[in-house]
């Protein structure tokens, strides 16, 4: 079975990655507007995405 919400969870990863990597802007400490939506799109990801893990754990 396909997971969608991992795969979407690691594309908003490298999304945000192959960003910070190529823009002169962000850094560990500073983000730009991009660099920003990218990030927090990539949290909402992670969130959802852990949060299933700790539920599927119940067996
Ligand atoms: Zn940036």
Same mark, same amino acid.
């Given at each position: 079975?396909?997971?969608?919400?991992?795969?979407?969870?690691?594309?908003? @990863?490298?999304?945000?990655?192959?960003?910070?990597?190529?823009?002169p802007h962000? =850094?560990?400490? /500073? *983000?730009?507007?991009?660099?920003?939506?990218?990030?927090? @799109?990539?949290?909402?990801?992670?969130?959802?995405?852990?949060?299933?893990?700790? =539920?599927?754990? /119940? *067996?």
């Open positions: 079975m396909p997971d969608d919400l991992y795969q979407r969870y690691q594309a908003a @990863a490298r999304a945000h990655q192959a960003h910070t990597t190529s823009c962000c =850094t560990d400490t /500073t *983000r730009c507007p991009e660099g920003t939506r990218l990030w927090s @799109a990539f949290e909402r990801l992670q969130d959802a995405y852990l949060a299933r893990q700790r =539920t599927k754990r /119940t *067996r």
